[in-house]
């Protein structure tokens, strides 16, 4: 692979990454396991109280980009998605609303 195309690679990462966490609904959804640290897909969907079709799509969406991922069928925030948050502020706002 070629640096020019490696470029373009990683931005397209970012770029996808970046789309990921625009969204209200998967920023909630990265929020609710920063508080709970590891929810099964049906306490998302119970703790949201959104469409389980949604929430499986903006799982999706989440997961494609690394921000979160699955173990033992129980999902959570890379590390990835914890500092995004930090560096955003939102960790802030959760902290907030959690008080």
Do not use: P
């Amino acid at each position: 692979m070629t640096e020019k195309s490696e470029v373009k690679t990683d931005l397209l990462q970012l770029s996808n990454m970046i789309n990921a966490i625009d969204n209200k609904t998967r920023l909630a959804i990265m929020g609710l396991l920063y508080i709970e640290k590891k929810l099964t897909f049906e306490e998302i969907v119970e703790e949201t109280k959104i469409d389980q079709n949604k929430i499986a799509y903006h799982i999706n969406v989440l997961r494609e980009t690394d921000l979160i991922k699955r173990k033992k069928k129980k999902y959570q925030n890379t590390r990835l998605a914890v500092q995004i948050m930090k560096d955003t502020g939102f960790l802030k706002e959760i902290k907030d609303i959690k008080r």
